[in-house]
Structures are given as structure tokens and as C-alpha cells.
């Protein structure tokens, strides 16, 4: 039977990509030899690396305006550390959103002061907090796009007077944004463009070099901008994989086109939450909503064994909630059809029947 993955991370990638992936697994390029296996810096997998980089430019509308895109290790978690390693000299503002801002944070200060520009902590993070006023003279100002754990999701971004840095891990690709607005983004591959492993990092050239520390050369952006994203050995597979499933992205139209699916997605499921009376969703305003991750909880608990079981039954997986949270988190990452939603929808449906 077909699953419907709605994984949090590593999540649903294309069918088409995982058939690609599988092929150069045994036999990549028709080399006779697997991805698995070349040399990072043999002609072919460099090709795929300017492929890659290439591709990310594009989906954002960033080429030829200063960025580069590189492919780094250690996840969203290591540019924790990175983005204030090479940016912040003095203060940094940060958005508190999450958890993975909360992390965020935590490293920041390890390096300078960091102002809290607003927070959503108090409530769990059940929020996106509005009309936050920017300090002036901040090194940058650091926000996450889309919390996975709670299922918020920004829909305006501050004007700062400073780079302003996102972390886009879990909505990547997924939505038209104006991309050239940001100084620096970064995003784990393994919640909506690849597999774990590699980290795409999209930073403009003009706001590195700015700071006094001297900067390890593992962890300095200049260095891997350098020797284009081979400062020590990639990951090949990963980085081979997100590029196939960037070249899939523009197969099915782009951005754009990727966006008008997910919003169907999201309001098919979200038209359900709120019309079904066993059914709540944890996010406080509708607006804030995350089309990425939606978070919801039965209202009567004694229901969680009948709805789990009907869940599986119907092939659903992966929709268990994050501990912090509790309840349910459907994960509705690009490579998730329209049809996988509406199986959880006929699902909550039949869980109201039977009652």
C-alpha cells in the first residue's frame, strides 16, 4: 500500500527523484561507477555542484545579484554558530519564534550581545509576533520562516537597516518570496529538498569580511565561497540528490508554480481542522499558520487510539506531534499530493461517523 508521509524531517521527496537517485546509486552517468563512490573532484559531481548551486540562484531569483549558494555540513544547527561567527561583532537582533531560534540564540551569545526583538516563548511559541519595532546599529537581524514544531509561519519580514539573516529549513522553495530582501539564508536539505546531510547556505558576498575575529577556516563562509563548497569533502549524495529534486521543482513550474499546490494542501486541511468538532489546531492565529507543517489535537483524548489506528489503516504516516507540542503535526512538504492530504482529511471525516 502507497504511504502517505507526512514526516516532519527527513521528509517526502519525489518519487521520480528517489527512481534517479537509485540508478546512480548502482550506476552514475553511465560511469560503471556508483555516487556513491567517485571523486568529489572528478568533472562529473563537479558538475553537479554547479548544477546545484546553480538551480538554488534560480529558484530564489538571486543570479547575478551578489549571492553566492553553497553546500555545507552539520545542518541549520552548525549556522547557528556560522552566521554569528562571520556577522556578529557587537549585537545581533534576533526573532524568537521557536525552538530552533531558541538555539539559535543560545549560540549568538556566545560570540556578542544579542537583543531579543520580540518572542513568542511565553505562549509556546503558539505566535508570530507583529509589529516588532528593529534597533538601529545591529550587526543583523536573525528570523526563522517556518517552526516546524508548532506550525507557525512568518508572512512579512522586517526592514532592517542591517543584513537581515533567515533560517528557511522547513520552507525552502515552498512559497514566492522577495528572496533579495535577505543577506544570508540557510536551510537543512532534509525538510523539503533532499536528504540529511547538506546545508544549502545563499549569502550575499558584500556583507562577509566584516568582523575582527579571526574565524576558523571550517567555519568561515569566505573559505568555502573559495573553493566552492570544497574546502573538504562534500556530501556528495546529498548535495547529487537536492539537485535532482531542484531540477524536479522546475519541471512542475518553479516557485510559483510549487506554491499555489501547497496553499490547495493547506486549505483543504485547515478547512477540515476547523470544521470538524474533534479536531483543534494549536495555533493561536489563523494567519500564522504554517502551509508547511500543520499542528492540531483531538478535543477529547479518548479518541487518540480509534484515530491513530484509522490513520494507519488508511497508509498515513508520520503524523505523530512533536513532544513539546502534543497532538498531531501533518507535514505538507512539496513533494506531498494533493491526494495524500485529502486521505488525512477523509480520515478525520470518518473518525467524526464513528464517534
Same mark, same amino acid.
Given at each position: ?21 537509485? +540508478? ?13 563512490? @567517485? ?13 546545484? +548551486? ?5 529558484? #530564489?531569483?538571486?543570479?547575478? *545579484? ?5 553546500? #555545507? ?69 536573525? !528570523? ?80 568555502? @565561497? ?77 479518541? *487518540? ?5 484509522? !490513520? ?44
Amino acid at each position: 500500500m502507497k504511504k502517505h508521509n507526512f514526516s516532519a524531517g527527513p521528509c517526502i521527496l519525489p518519487q521520480s527523484v528517489f527512481e534517479k537517485a537509485s +540508478q546512480a546509486v548502482l550506476n552514475f552517468n553511465e560511469l560503471n561507477l556508483s555516487i556513491l563512490e @567517485i571523486s568529489h573532484r572528478s568533472k562529473p559531481f563537479v558538475a553537479v555542484m554547479e548544477r546545484a +548551486q546553480e538551480l538554488a540562484l534560480e529558484h #530564489l531569483g538571486l543570479q547575478n *545579484k551578489g549571492y553566492k549558494a553553497l553546500f #555545507l555540513q552539520g545542518g541549520a544547527s552548525m549556522e547557528f554558530l556560522m552566521v554569528a561567527y562571520n556577522l556578529l561583532e557587537t549585537k545581533a537582533g534576533y526573532y524568537n519564534t521557536g525552538t530552533w531560534s531558541d538555539k539559535a540564540i543560545k549560540e549568538a551569545k556566545l560570540f556578542g550581545e544579542v537583543e531579543i526583538l520580540a518572542s513568542s516563548k511565553e505562549a509556546n511559541f503558539n505566535y508570530i509576533p507583529k509589529n516588532v519595532t528593529i534597533s538601529s546599529g545591529l550587526d543583523y537581524v536573525h !528570523c526563522t520562516s517556518n517552526n516546524t514544531i508548532f506550525g507557525t509561519q512568518m508572512n512579512e519580514f522586517p526592514e532592517t537597516d542591517c543584513p537581515l539573516i533567515c533560517d528557511m529549513s522547513s520552507d525552502i522553495f515552498s512559497r514566492v518570496l522577495d528572496f533579495s530582501k535577505f543577506d544570508l539564508i540557510y536551510a537543512g536539505a532534509q525538510k523539503n529538498m533532499g536528504p540529511a546531510g547538506t546545508t544549502l547556505v545563499v549569502v550575499k558576498e558584500e556583507i562577509l569580511g566584516k568582523v575582527t575575529r579571526q574565524i576558523p577556516s571550517m567555519l568561515d563562509y569566505k573559505v568555502h @565561497i573559495s573553493k566552492d563548497s570544497m574546502f573538504n569533502t562534500p556530501a556528495v549524495f546529498p548535495i547529487y540528490v537536492s539537485m535532482l529534486t531542484m531540477e524536479w521543482l522546475k519541471e512542475q513550474g518553479g516557485v510559483a508554480a510549487i506554491e499555489k499546490i501547497n496553499n490547495k494542501k493547506a486549505e483543504i486541511l485547515y478547512t477540515e481542522i476547523d470544521r470538524n468538532p474533534l479536531f483543534n489546531g494549536f495555533v493561536a492565529n489563523k494567519e500564522d499558520r504554517s502551509k508547511m507543517n500543520a499542528t492540531f489535537v483531538l478535543t477529547n483524548d479518548a479518541l *487518540k487510539e480509534t484515530f491513530d489506528t484509522m !490513520c494507519a489503516k488508511a497508509g498515513i504516516n508520520g503524523l505523530n506531534g512533536h513532544r513539546s507540542v502534543g497532538g498531531y503535526r501533518a507535514s505538507m512538504y512539496n513533494a506531498l499530493s494533493v491526494e495524500s492530504v485529502q486521505v488525512l482529511v477523509d480520515v478525520m471525516k470518518e473518525l467524526e461517523k464513528v464517534a
